[in-house]
């Protein structure tokens, strides 16, 4: 006997699709730009490592008092899953993952398309198995699911044509899903936490203005790099 739709487990069979299909745009991504060290295999399982932690424990400490919250075991079985929590563990992985094998290059440019294929992928299950406070709500996963597509074709077909500094590719995703993120949240029934503000949006509020920050100072540096420099011509 197969099992009916029912029975299928639709949120993690998205997921893992998900990730089926970031593994197969960071290959090809990877094989086009040359990136084939051995050492790249570490650094993508020490992404999914820290982002299937943080994924799980990123909505752990909700409250100040440490007693209000759901033990770790707790949290990790039932808890809430953070995709917020999981890009920033998959940030810290691959990180960590470099230190440990000693790669140094840039590899923001490698995950950036495959996370957005990823996501735009995984979000449909969030839309077929979840249920926001209100059933119009679901419409927000399948406007985030649209945002990643519509990312990864801007990354895929239009920023690898542009003269970017390494890397940048990564930042520049980030940056416009977490103001697309602060947006949707107002439409997306989680719970208020401060100042009519959710939990994600707090976050988002002061990580934001970092990434912007880097993303201007990377901007101006790489202008005063490249301009023209003014030789005095003897009289």
């Not at 820290?50 to 209000?68: E, Y």
């Not at 406007?143 to 970017?164: G, K």
């Not at 899903?177 to 100042?195: C, K, S």
Request: hydrophobic content about 50%.
């Amino acid at each position: 006997m197969y099992p009916t739709l029912a029975e299928v487990p639709t949120h993690g069979l998205f997921v893992a699709l998900g990730i089926a299909v970031a593994a197969l745009v960071f290959t090809v991504e990877a094989r086009r730009r040359g990136a084939t060290d051995e050492r790249m295999l570490y650094i993508v399982m020490g992404a999914l490592l820290g982002g299937a932690i943080f994924m799980r424990l990123g909505t752990w400490a909700q409250h100040l008092d440490p007693s209000a919250n759901a033990s770790l075991v707790e949290q990790w079985v039932r808890g809430n899953r953070s995709i917020l929590g999981g890009l920033v563990g998959a940030w810290l992985g691959v990180h960590v993952a470099k230190w440990v094998v000693g790669y140094r290059a840039r590899t923001g440019d490698l995950f950036a398309p495959a996370v957005a294929a990823g996501m735009a992928v995984g979000r449909i299950g969030c839309y077929l198995s979840e249920s926001p406070a209100g059933r119009s709500l679901h419409w927000t996963f399948l406007a985030e699911s649209a945002f990643h597509a519509v990312a990864f074709v801007a990354l895929w077909w239009w920023l690898r044509h542009r003269d970017l500094p390494p890397g940048e590719t990564f930042v520049w995703y980030v940056a416009a899903y977490g103001l697309f993120r602060f947006g949707i949240e107002f439409w997306r029934g989680n719970e208020v936490a401060w100042q009519g503000l959710t939990r994600p949006q707090l976050f988002l509020a002061v990580t934001i203005p970092f990434v912007l920050a880097r993303i201007w100072w990377r901007w101006r540096r790489d202008v005063e790099t490249t301009a023209p420099t003014t030789q005095e011509v003897p009289a």
